[in-house]
């Protein structure tokens, strides 16, 4: 699997692995993007938007990595959209909205769905689903 499909292909199946592989290179990306954007763009006052473009975007590979993950372990790939709508509703919030309080229930939401993640797809050895599209006849 090359890493355009790890990312941006939300069919097929991903393993264990692969699944590590796809989040932690997201993780490090924002992380990276965060870093840039405000060493050179936080003093021009388009910090805020290219980091609010920057985590938007973020989220389709993270989809496609999750919906990729869940189908592997027997899940509905429909799964992965709670850890993308979650993370979207809590930035939308968070710059337009303002209200602590609400963005301290999606924060622990997250953090809910953060760990499930981890756990359900990286931690939990599930039985291997046989992939029948693939399988030679």
Known sequence: MTLVQLLFD????????QWWLGTIMLVVFQFLAEY????????SGLYRPVMLFVSIAVLIPYYSVNAKRFRAIGSRPELALIGGIL??????SDTFLGFKSFDLVLGLLILAVILWYV???????????????RRQV
């Open 87 to 92: 993370p979207l509703i809590a930035v939308l």
């Open 10 to 17: 939300d069919e097929g199946m991903i393993t264990r692995r």
């Open 119 to 133: 756990l359900d797809l990286g931690v939990i050895a599930h039985e291997a689903i046989v992939d029948v599209s």
């Open 36 to 43: 840039l954007a405000s060493r050179q763009l936080l003093s």
